[in-house]
């Protein structure tokens, strides 16, 4: 189990390049650097997939090497869009955005499950996604504009100059709704983290407990349940960021706290159809689908919010910074080591009867338990953000 997660405990490259990007960010062209990002992940991507067994150690540093293309688009994009939209506008296309997280998550299971399967080698898992990834960058590059930063605020027309960057460092740390709303992002970043490495090994194990499947002794086994969990992250992926932004443009009507409530309201459900996964899938594998499918949507439902909260409590020249520690925070605290985490505890408690199929899968659902336990601390944060809030988008208002 742990060696499954070495290359994903990588994924601090992408911690240490993100502050980097988001200085960038804040200072020169977005477009050029955002597609400079995914150009680089691209090349990274399809050149780890021709590296040799002999030459492990490389193979894992090009694997988080993969981490410095993703920060560059994940901590510019939405600064981008801030500039381009407002209000509630802004929440929409926002949504629309943070779909591609879910949905393209849900797609890398299918389309690399698939490759893998259809030539019977996982290296061709790795060699579909650089075609898509070149073809965006170059689409960015030639046709996204780059809107002039706090062009669509009320505060835009005031912006005058720059602050330094330990300038911007101090007043984030003093910004509590930012402060909070990154925590909260760490523990839905912990949760899919581990999910997204677990959850099909833990089905399939169910299912050898049930009796209704052979347990896989092969190198390459069948990818049904990563096909199935794919197919689900992307369809709670899509649901889950369309119903946030709808709830939220309707309770903004009756609260102007809607934000941070609606995503505590929605991390504090999702914990407990998580729960129910791990009660259910002894004996239902339906269920257990039926409990990710409602945990998932419910999950994914404050993605674009937390974006969204982050433009109002944060200057416009001041996010590229925000979200790129934002999501240094939620890599460092959330899927960084989470997949290595759950993979450590359930070695550990698996020892003690190495060879009994139930005592496997039920060691992995024991540490698994730690994910919605997570969870509700993320809620508890928003909570916290939802105290601040108001203030917090005042002062940034006045700036």
Not at 309 to 333: D, E, G, N, Y
Request: positive net charge; contains cysteine.
């Amino acid at each position: 189990m742990i060696h499954k997660t070495l290359t994903h405990f990588l994924s601090p490259l992408f911690m240490v390049a993100a502050p980097i990007f988001g200085y960038l960010g804040d200072r020169f062209n977005r477009k050029v650097i955002l597609s400079c990002g995914i150009f680089f992940w691209s090349i990274v991507t399809l050149s780890s997939s021709f590296i040799s067994k002999e030459y492990y150690w490389l193979f894992v540093l090009s694997r988080g090497l993969v981490g410095i293309g993703e920060s560059s688009y994940s901590s510019i994009s939405p600064t981008i869009i801030g500039d381009l939209f407002t209000s509630n506008s802004r929440t929409m296309m926002l949504s629309v955005f943070y779909l591609a997280i879910p949905l393209g998550s849900g797609l890398g299971y299918i389309l690399g499950s698939s490759a893998k399967v259809a030539a019977g080698d996982w290296h061709w898992a790795l060699r579909v996604s650089p075609v898509l990834g070149i073809t965006a960058g170059t689409l960015i590059l030639v046709f996204v504009p780059e809107p002039k930063r706090g062009s669509v605020d009320q505060m835009g027309g005031r912006i005058k100059t720059r602050t330094s960057w330990l300038c911007d460092m101090k007043a984030l740390a003093k910004n509590r709704s930012y402060v909070f709303s990154s925590l909260a992002s760490a523990a839905v970043s912990f949760a899919t983290g581990a999910f997204g490495m677990w959850i099909p090994l833990y089905l399939a194990r169910a299912q050898v407990v049930q009796k209704t499947a052979e347990a896989c002794t092969k190198e390459i086994c069948s990818s049904t349940d990563s096909l199935i969990f794919g197919a689900i992250t992307c369809v709670t992926g899509l649901l889950g960021v369309v119903i946030g932004a709808a709830t939220t443009r309707f309770c903004r009507q009756k609260t102007e706290r809607a934000d941070p409530l609606v995503c505590a309201v929605s991390m504090l459900g999702s914990a407990i159809f998580i729960c129910l996964i791990f009660v259910v899938a002894k004996k239902s594998i339906v269920g257990a689908y039926v409990c990710i499918f409602i945990g998932e949507t419910l999950l994914f439902l404050n993605w674009a919010i937390t974006a969204d909260i982050l433009m109002f409590v944060v200057i416009p020249t001041r996010r590229a910074t925000a979200v790129a520690f934002q999501s240094f925070t939620s890599h460092l605290l959330g899927d960084a080591g989470s997949p290595y985490l759950i993979g450590l505890i359930s070695d550990a408690l698996q020892q003690s009867y190495a060879t009994s199929a139930l005592w496997r899968f039920l060691s992995l659902g024991y540490a698994l338990m730690l994910c919605p336990f997570i969870i509700v601390l993320g809620g508890m944060f928003f909570l916290a953000t939802a105290l601040f809030f108001l203030d917090d988008r005042e002062k940034a208002e006045k700036q």
